[in-house]
């Protein structure tokens, strides 16, 4: 089992800049890709950004990519989210998950999910 908490959302101008954070418990962490994924009000929930157990491999939806940029701390149990040059289109809920799959874009791979972090993104 692993439980996942994000923060780091919050409200900012466009161009601006946040960082998300997941963190999970476990000890069993540096076992698990992990994943972002977001929803925008009325819209599916999407791929954003996926990183490898290791931190080795790295992928990005095309909309973020050059912007976003995924990490991981396996000694801290955390995954990030770095989002610069933030843009009103990525308002939405953003979600980390846990996968014993390979990172992949596909969310039916992710066994665990967190609650959400509110991102707003003004004009």
């Known amino acids: 089992q692993v439980q996942l908490v994000e923060s780091g959302g919050g409200l900012v101008q466009a161009g601006g800049s946040l960082r998300l954070s997941c963190a999970a418990s476990g000890r069993t962490f540096s076992s698990y890709a992990m994943g972002w994924f977001r929803q925008a009000p009325g819209k599916e929930r999407e791929f954003v950004a996926a990183?490898?157990?290791?931190?080795?491999?790295?992928y990005y939806a095309d909309s973020v990519k050059g912007r976003f940029t995924i990490s991981r701390d396996n000694a801290k149990n955390t995954v990030y989210l770095q989002m610069n040059s933030l843009k009103p289109e990525d308002t939405a809920v953003y979600y980390c998950a846990a996968s014993t799959n390979r990172a992949r874009p596909i969310q039916d791979e992710y066994d665990y999910w967190g609650q959400g972090t509110q991102v707003t993104v003004s004009s």
């Open positions: 990183i490898s157990w290791s931190g080795g491999s790295t």
